[in-house]
């Protein structure tokens, strides 16, 4: 298993631009999440699934998007950047709900 | 919902000394508590965690103990060694219940000098 990927690593986005970031797990996890981590904050949840086909909202949802048609992809997309969704982002998933997350590399974005 | 506090931000100790890092949680119905380690430029990594039926959790150089009445949990690293040092963020939450999500704290920044 090479466990949970994501790309890219790194990238600028002009203000009004959208993408998509990319997660991949292949340990046959159930749950996935996203975190964003801002200086000083600690990590903070955008959106969480317990299945393909089944999302939700986390603490901070607003800008951002998600879906599920996968066990092993959960991608997260960025509709119109804005410069306060400069961050680092984490994917990460876990088998059962109060089990280990295991976090992806992280995607560094700035928007400018 | 629920809030974790974490103290102190940043902690710098001798090699061979003890580190404590303390978190407090706002709500009492939260029965998970792990703790991730985050190297410089790489991923969060669980190194330990607690459930409240649980007082205290011990591995190797690692524990961590629960008071439930206080409503806070604290980080014990004995015998320190440079690679320890790291951020260290403490989580809370109440799986089965209404905040069946991780919330962190602001993490703890670790020097530990040779």
């Known amino acids: 298993n090479t466990g949970v990927t994501q790309t890219p690593k790194f990238r600028i986005l002009k203000i009004g631009q959208s993408m998509t970031l990319q997660c991949t797990q292949d340990?046959?996890?159930?749950?996935m999440y996203w975190y964003r981590q801002d200086p000083g904050m600690g990590l903070k949840l955008i959106y969480y699934?317990?299945?393909?086909?089944?999302?939700d909202k986390g603490e901070v949802p607003n800008g951002y998007n998600v879906s599920r048609s996968t066990t092993e992809d959960f991608p997260l997309r960025l509709e119109l950047a804005a410069p306060s969704q400069t961050s680092v982002y984490f994917c990460?998933?876990?088998?059962?709900?109060?089990?280990?997350?295991?976090f992806g590399p992280g995607t560094r974005l700035l928007v400018l | 919902g629920e809030n974790v506090e974490q103290h102190p931000s940043t902690l710098s100790v001798q090699e061979g000394d003890s580190a404590v890092i303390k978190c407090t949680y706002s709500?009492?119905?939260?029965?998970?508590f792990p703790w991730y380690k985050q190297e410089l430029g790489k991923r969060p990594q669980l190194i330990i965690d607690?459930?409240?039926?649980?007082g205290e959790k011990k591995d190797q150089r690692i524990a961590v103990t629960l008071n439930k009445t206080a409503k806070h949990f604290s980080l014990h690293i004995t015998e320190t060694q440079p690679e320890d040092s790291a951020v260290y963020f403490c989580?809370?939450?109440?799986?089965?219940?209404?905040?069946?999500?991780?919330?962190f704290g602001k993490g703890t920044k670790l020097s530990v000098k040779p």
């Open positions: 990460a998933s876990s088998y059962l709900e109060q089990e280990t997350q295991y």
């Open positions: 340990m046959n996890h159930n749950y």
């Open positions: 699934s317990v299945g393909a086909g089944i999302t």
């Open positions: 709500d009492s119905a939260s029965n998970y």
């Open positions: 607690i459930r409240s039926n649980v």
């Open positions: 989580a809370a939450c109440n799986y089965g219940g209404s905040q069946g999500n991780l919330i």
